[in-house]
């Protein structure tokens, strides 16, 4: 069993910052490859990028890449998602997760967590 928990969302301002943070648990947590999705309202789930469980791979969804970085600190037991230049179509509700492959489709991941809200004003 791997638990995850979300932090870091809230209010920001257009052209800002953020960075979130998951911490995980679980005996096994480091062994897996961990995703950043986010969901807008009335939209799928959207991948955003994966880490491999080394930290040495990362892919990056077409959307986000140059403007995301995944990092993880298995010493902290946390993985964070850096993004910079937000934009007001960014607001969603940012999830990590992790999954056994290098996947990009939420179904086939096996730990979520709740999820942290980030709205990005104009």
């Known amino acids: 069993q791997v638990q995850l928990v979300e932090s870091g969302g809230g209010l920001v301002q257009s052209g800002d910052p953020l960075k979130l943070s998951c911490v995980a648990s679980g005996p096994t947590w480091s062994n897996y490859i961990m995703g950043w999705f986010r969901q807008a309202p009335g939209k799928e789930r959207e991948f955003l990028g994966w880490i491999s469980a080394s930290g040495v791979r990362k892919y990056y969804a077409t959307s986000v890449k140059g403007r995301a970085t995944i990092s993880r600190d298995d010493a902290k037991n946390t993985v964070y998602l850096e993004m910079n230049s937000l934009k007001p179509e960014d607001t969603a509700v940012y999830y990590c997760?992790?999954?056994?492959?290098?996947?990009?489709?939420?179904?086939?991941?096996?730990?979520w967590g709740q999820g942290t809200q980030v709205t990005v004003s104009s």
């Open positions: 997760a992790a999954s056994r492959g290098y996947r990009i489709v939420a179904a086939e991941y096996d730990y």
